[in-house]
């Protein structure tokens, strides 16, 4: 069974530049999840999509951060304009049905702002 | 007051030692709860898992719930030096749809 794919894996852009990140998620997981963890913390949820539907994005910061499911597969996550503070790695994860065992990361995209 | 909260290490024991790590949280609805293990530049991968009150036991593994303290842990028996990682705990709610997760802890395991 393939695996989350994330892309790209690193990305440093200038505050105030915009970023968007993608993610695959395993064939056939109807649930996706984009988390952010901060160096030193563990993942914060940002948003979870349920198909193409979102089911949670109340930690997102919809100001700058906006997320989409087309046709309920691959997903991407867009900063704009980013700040210092955005500096982080974004995870990506999936899973069949919500419960404990079904969650599957990514790798993740390392993103620094300078 | 954060939901999980864990030590952040690190950790540091010599091989063959058995590895204790702990956590706490607040919300009595968490019912699942869950270990992740995390290497350099990886995403968390899940270890463990168990519901409700009592101990779970894989291989070199046992996780262990206390629902009346509110408190996880997690022993690893025999360890080894490629058991260095970052251990992260994480809940679920019954409602199954938000992990939340703590801090991690740093563990490095001395050959």
């Known amino acids: 069974e393939a695996g989350v794919a994330q892309s790209p894996r690193y990305k440093i852009i200038e505050k105030r530049q915009s970023v968007a990140f993608w993610c695959n998620p395993i064939?056939?997981?109807?649930?996706l999840y984009w988390y952010q963890q901060i160096l030193g913390q563990g993942p914060k949820l940002l948003i979870q999509?349920?198909?193409?539907?979102?089911?949670?994005d109340s930690q997102l910061p919809k100001d700058r951060f906006s997320a989409e499911r087309l046709k309920g597969v691959d997903s991407t996550l867009k900063i704009q304009p980013a700040k210092l503070e955005d500096s982080a790695v974004y995870l990506c994860?999936?899973?069949?049905?919500?419960?404990?065992?079904?969650?599957?990361f990514g790798s993740g995209t390392r993103l620094t702002v300078v | 007051q954060k939901e999980v909260e864990q030590d952040p290490g690190p950790l540091s024991v010599p091989e063959g030692a058995i590895v204790s790590l702990n956590c706490t949280y607040s919300?009595?609805?968490?019912?699942?709860f869950m270990w992740y293990r995390q290497y350099s530049r990886k995403g968390p991968e899940l270890l463990m898992y168990?519901?409700?009150?009592g101990n779970k036991e894989d291989g070199r593994f046992t996780a262990q719930v206390d629902k009346s303290s509110k408190y996880i842990s997690l022993f690893i028996r025999d360890s080894q030096p490629s058991d260095s990682a970052t251990y992260l705990c994480?809940?679920?709610?019954?409602?199954?749809?938000?992990?939340?997760f703590g801090g991690g802890t740093r563990v490095l395991v001395k050959p």
């Open positions: 919300n009595s609805a968490f019912q699942y």
């Open positions: 994480a809940t679920l709610g019954a409602a199954g749809n938000k992990l939340t």
């Open positions: 064939s056939g997981h109807a649930t």
């Open positions: 994860a999936s899973s069949l049905r919500q419960g404990a065992g079904g969650y599957t």
């Open positions: 168990t519901y409700s009150s």
């Open positions: 999509f349920q198909n193409n539907g979102v089911v949670d």
